[in-house]
């Protein structure tokens, strides 16, 4: 198995550019989210879903949106860079699994730049 | 909504034991989880506390109080390779597996 899997791994756009974070998991999970990480800090919830067909707004959504036509793919798209979307982009997936821990498994990141 | 509050660095010794607590304040807590992150990389699970009392995971255990708002992470016999950041993470009482993270705690193991 992959894991969760994200493209481009790195990306920098010019003010006012759009561009979609690819991420694809083949573990079935149901959950899939969508965090950015800015330096030195914790994970923010950007979006996430519960299903395909799914979605709903996690703590910092604005500048965002996204989809989840399938259960494997969970794109992120951002419209009108600004400078403040300069962080890493995580996606994750999980299960409730036998504890409901909701145990997550993260992509590798995408690191996008905004100049 | 959410917050959590947890140390920002930690310093401990190759072979010492070390506690990062995190303490949080939220409605419909249904869990706590605890997750590590090397530089540059993403992060990990570690382990999960939904009740009351001790987790053990190898070197690793977890531990947590509800009435207290409280838990811990308990790392021993400290390896180089543990220098990570560790995030707590607290699950609200959602279907989804919703959770909200602490900025994290940089630990930091010297020889």
């Known amino acids: 198995n992959a894991g969760v899997t994200q493209t481009p791994k790195f990306r920098i756009l010019k003010i006012g550019q759009s561009m979609t974070l690819q991420c694809a998991q083949d573990?079935?999970?149901?959950?899939m989210y969508w965090y950015r990480q800015d330096p030195g800090m914790g994970l923010k919830l950007i979006y996430y879903?519960?299903?395909?067909?799914?979605?709903d707004k996690g703590e910092v959504p604005n500048g965002y949106n996204v989809s989840r036509s399938t259960t494997e793919d969970f794109p992120l798209r951002l419209e009108l860079a600004a400078p403040s979307q300069t962080s890493v982009y995580f996606c994750?997936?999980?299960?409730?699994?036998?504890?409901?821990?909701?145990?997550?498994?993260f992509g590798p990141g995408t690191r996008l730049t905004v100049t | 909504g959410q917050s959590l509050e947890q140390p920002s660095e930690v310093t401990a010794v190759e072979g010492a034991i070390v506690q990062i607590n995190c303490t949080y304040q939220?409605?419909?807590?249904?869990?706590l989880s605890w997750y590590q992150q090397h530089d540059g990389g993403a992060p990990t699970f570690l382990s999960y506390?939904?009740?009351?009392g001790l987790e053990e995971t190898g070197r690793f255990s977890s531990f947590l109080s509800r009435s207290d708002s409280y838990g811990y992470l308990l790392l021993q016999e400290l390896q180089m390779k543990d220098s990570a950041s560790y995030f707590c993470?607290?699950?609200?009482?959602?279907?989804?597996?919703?959770?909200?993270f602490g900025d994290g705690t940089t630990l930091t193991v010297k020889p």
């Open positions: 994750a997936s999980s299960y409730a699994g036998t504890s409901g821990s909701y145990e997550q498994y």
């Open positions: 573990m079935n999970h149901n959950y």
């Open positions: 879903s519960v299903g395909a067909g799914i979605t």
């Open positions: 939220t409605s419909g807590f249904y869990g």
């Open positions: 506390n939904g009740l009351d």
């Open positions: 993470a607290v699950r609200v009482n959602t279907n989804a597996g919703k959770s909200t």
